[in-house]
């Protein structure tokens, strides 16, 4: 017969391993790709052509995460002209999955209500300056 005390540590590993940790809190989100600290969120609006979407034109650095939050009452679809990406359907107050789109420009719109139009700029990183000097 198994001791109390043997049966209660597998018990902990168990639980720990199962959930997490079996703290029950969410994971810390990792840091974004590409060195950006912060996810940007672009807010849909409404049907309003080129102001549907807050801001537009968009910024954010290369690699960085992007998210679109439907701050509407109706549900709306975000699909990059390019067709690379789409969201799928975003239903009124949810918001789409994080997701970096590279480093180059890209055009958006909402298949739903085609006279959505967005655009976001993606900053490239710099290159450093060349050396001068002691270069070791």
């Known amino acids: 017969m198994r001791s109390i005390g043997a049966m209660l540590a597998v018990a902990g590993v168990l639980a720990s391993s199962s959930c997490g940790g079996g703290s029950g809190a969410p994971a810390a989100p990792s840091p974004a ?3 950006g600290s912060a996810t940007v969120t672009i807010t849909i609006t409404g049907v309003k052509g080129v102001q549907s979407f807050s801001p537009n034109p968009g910024s ?26 789409d969201t799928g359907d975003i239903a009124p107050g949810a918001s789409s999955q994080p997701m970096a789109l590279g480093n180059v420009s890209r055009s958006y719109h ?6 959505m139009v967005g655009s976001l700029n993606t900053a490239q990183t710099p290159e450093p300056p060349p050396c001068t000097g002691y270069c070791g």
């Open 60 to 85: 954010c650095a290369a690699g960085q995460m992007i998210v679109w939050r439907n701050a509407d009452v109706v549900t709306h679809r975000v699909r990059l002209d390019d067709l690379s990406v």
């Open 110 to 115: 909402c298949p739903i209500h085609p006279n």
């Open 33 to 35: 790709p590409g060195g």
